[in-house]
């Protein structure tokens, strides 16, 4: 099985812009998840979707939003972008019991 | 709420040497144990989980983990480390009651020549 994949891996943006990542799961999968990583921060759960739905969600601002396809591909979106937005963001498709991360999208805000 | 704690952010040992990275939970439901590991540049890629059974669980890269409930912990080790071996490593827990899967902070494991 082809693992999950993110598009694009890197990603460079000014302030006040908006952007779109796009996540496709393991196939078979229907859960995906979104985590921002920073050096400061750590891994911070952002948010969980399940056939389409949002089933749970963490402590991000509503300029962090996201959606599920019927395909299970999802996309996460951040709008009007502030320096501290730059961070590596994951994605993850979830199986049985563990979930299986893409290789990450690298956000530079400028 | 459940949380994972990693006591150590950072952790530098001698090439060869033994290394065991710290995980403790609090949750006072069954739950479902796992560590992963991310090398530079990489998403989190999984070591090993437990799910029930022996409290003993061997992962890949010659790394076992050993659940103990009564202290509510998840030790990662390995016996010999290898320079290949400088990465981060991820303890998380999965609650079986709601499903959420929670992270730890990480623990940087800096392996010295």
């Known amino acids: 099985k082809a693992g999950v994949t993110q598009t694009p891996r890197y990603l460079i943006k000014t302030r006040g812009q908006q952007v779109t990542l796009s996540c496709s799961p393991i196939s078979g999968h229907r859960s995906v998840s979104w985590y921002q990583q920073t050096p400061g921060q750590g891994l911070q759960f952002l948010f969980e979707y399940f056939s389409e739905t949002q089933r749970n969600k963490g402590n991000f601002p509503g300029r962090f939003s996201g959606r599920q396809f019927s395909n299970s591909r999802s996309e996460m979106n951040v709008s009007t972008l502030e320096l501290g937005d730059s961070a590596l963001y994951l994605c993850?498709?979830?199986?049985?019991?563990?979930?299986?991360f893409g290789p990450g999208t690298r956000l530079t805000v400028l | 709420a459940q949380s994972v704690t990693q006591l150590d952010s950072q952790v530098p040992v001698f090439e060869e040497a033994p290394v065991e990275l710290r995980c403790n939970y609090s949750?006072?439901?069954?739950?479902?144990l796992f560590w992963y590991v991310q090398y530079p540049n990489q998403g989190l890629q999984l070591l090993l989980k437990?799910?029930?059974?022996?409290?003993l669980v061997k992962g890949i890269n010659g790394f076992e983990a050993e659940f103990n409930k009564s202290q509510t912990s998840f030790h990662l080790r390995k016996p010999s480390v290898h320079i290949s071996d400088t990465a981060e490593y991820f303890c998380?827990?999965?609650?079986?009651?709601?499903?959420?899967?929670?992270f730890g902070k990480g623990t940087r494991l800096h392996i010295l020549p």
């Open positions: 437990y799910l029930s059974g022996s409290t």
């Open positions: 998380a827990v999965s609650d079986l009651r709601d499903d959420k899967i929670i």
């Open positions: 949750s006072s439901v069954s739950v479902y």
């Open positions: 993850a498709s979830r199986g049985e019991v563990e979930q299986f």
